[in-house]
């Protein structure tokens, strides 16, 4: 019997270290994760189907995730929030296609396949504190930028099926970077500056430059009734604001000035070539869940300057010239709890591929066409694209939707023709130029063209928890 107890009493004493602490996750009456940890995910399903016909010319076998079952927006996601001293810390992580890094995969120059990985979306530390009738926040880490408020605050709600209007046409690299932020909150107003490398979180700094990219916010968010509430909000952004390298811009070493190839040139620019200039403007009105309204614009400035050959000291600067861009957004939703239908529409100067490009210079017309030395008529760069969707979304829960809808993106040349497709007779792309010159002398393969519309069918379902 002595045996047996002690044998019992020894088993208890070497197992009670193996029994860890408790977590505390939730306390009664309080939302999950008061105390301790909160946990969560976003998952995006999606299949598309590109719409093709014998008027497209072209079956685009280039792979993508244009076509076919995929994962664009899936994250896992963790907080820790200690309430009496104001810290927060957050941690994102997200699924990416790996030709979102590297083009060393068959969807660019490379030869490997594109699996699936894990990227850091958001790692950050917050610091929450009031001064009087004013709320404060410092962030420090990797952060969502000033122009993504309208996801967050529930403005645009649909960034499950499209990126939202200021990230696809460019405001920043990307809709997360890495540096300092500061918010200010007072009423229905709040100021938010935020001084990043301006790479992206896909990229380290130097990437594209050695400086900064200050970026502001300005919002006014009035709540007119429980049910209608209103915003308008003024953004801006430097990049390579300040921080920079005198002598950055040089031939090769940054993105400002690619190589040309030629050993016996060192070329070299002023560092306003490697910065530019954002400001964009938008507004919203939310009422109820029956209407959701945005409408906004942007406009873009690359910075001129100067390039000179190192190698040649005596030789003229180059002058490039400025070059601005512009662009406008609108969406709309309208439904109740269950069903909504939304539309959307995007035009900016760029193209073919959506993303507003600085592509307007202080040269016009019809000074740049008779520039002394010109062979052929020249016109300022008329390019641009315009974007259309409508979908309609099902919300099965508050935190689970699915929407079935039609996306498509039509791009406007330099000359402010359509941009086309151009295939030869075995099939095989071809170019603008070739299909000219087959005008002029016999081609083995003639060449047809064709209109270029990018067309899909997308269906997507997202579910938070």
Not at 60 to 82: H, I, N, R
């Amino acid at each position: 019997m002595k045996f047996s107890f002690r044998f019992i009493f020894l088993l208890y004493f070497f197992t009670f270290s193996l029994f860890g602490e408790e977590v505390v996750t939730t306390k009664k009456d309080e939302p999950d994760g008061y105390y301790g940890l909160k946990l969560g995910a976003i998952l995006t399903p999606t299949v598309s189907y590109r719409i093709r016909d014998k008027a497209s010319g072209t079956t685009d076998l280039s792979p993508s995730d244009k076509a076919g079952f995929s994962l664009p927006w899936t994250m896992v996601t963790m907080s820790k929030e200690w309430e009496e001293l104001g810290l927060k810390a957050e941690f994102w992580g997200e699924i990416l296609r790996n030709d979102a890094l590297t083009n060393d995969t068959l969807a660019g120059t490379g030869n490997k396949s594109n699996p699936y990985v894990f990227l850091v979306r958001r790692a950050n530390l917050a610091k929450t504190f009031e001064v009087g009738n004013t709320k404060h926040q410092i962030q420090f880490g990797m952060f969502e930028l000033p122009h993504m408020f309208s996801v967050w605050s529930g403005n645009y709600d649909w960034r499950y099926f499209d990126k939202s209007p200021l990230e696809s046409m460019g405001f920043a690299k990307d809709p997360v970077d890495l540096g300092i932020n500061y918010i200010l909150r007072w009423k229905s107003f709040s100021v938010q500056t935020a001084v990043v490398n301006g790479e992206g979180y896909r990229n380290t700094q130097n990437t594209t430059n050695t400086g900064y990219d200050v970026i502001g916010k300005l919002g006014w968010d009035p709540t007119w009734t429980e049910n209608l509430k209103t915003g308008l909000h003024i953004l801006g952004r430097a990049s390579n604001a300040f921080g920079y390298a005198s002598d950055e811009c040089r031939e090769g070493k940054t993105s400002c000035l690619t190589s040309d190839g030629n050993p016996t040139t060192r070329k070299q620019g002023t560092v306003s070539l490697n910065q530019e200039q954002v400001i964009a403007v938008e507004s919203h009105l939310v009422w109820r869940e029956i209407l959701n309204l945005g409408l906004g614009g942007m406009v873009k400035k690359r910075l001129g300057g100067e390039i000179v050959d190192r190698m040649s000291p005596y030789l003229p600067a180059t002058k490039v010239p400025e070059a601005t861009g512009r662009g406008a957004y609108l969406w709309a939703g309208i439904g109740n709890g269950t069903l909504r239908l939304v539309a959307r529409g995007e035009i900016a100067t760029g193209g073919p591929l959506p993303g507003l490009q600085a592509t307007e210079t202080v040269e016009r017309e019809p000074w740049l066409r008779f520039k002394p030395g010109t062979t052929d008529p020249l016109y300022s760069n008329q390019s641009y694209y315009v974007t259309r969707q409508i979908f309609g979304e099902w919300l099965m829960t508050s935190s689970v939707r699915l929407a079935l809808g039609y996306t498509e993106v039509r791009s406007y040349d330099s000359k402010g023709e359509p941009n086309k497709w151009y295939v030869d007779s075995t099939g095989e792309a071809s170019n603008r130029v070739e299909y000219i010159e087959q005008f002029s002398k016999p081609v083995a393969y003639p060449i047809s063209e064709y209109g270029r519309l990018d067309r899909s069918l997308v269906l997507k379902a997202t579910a938070t928890f």
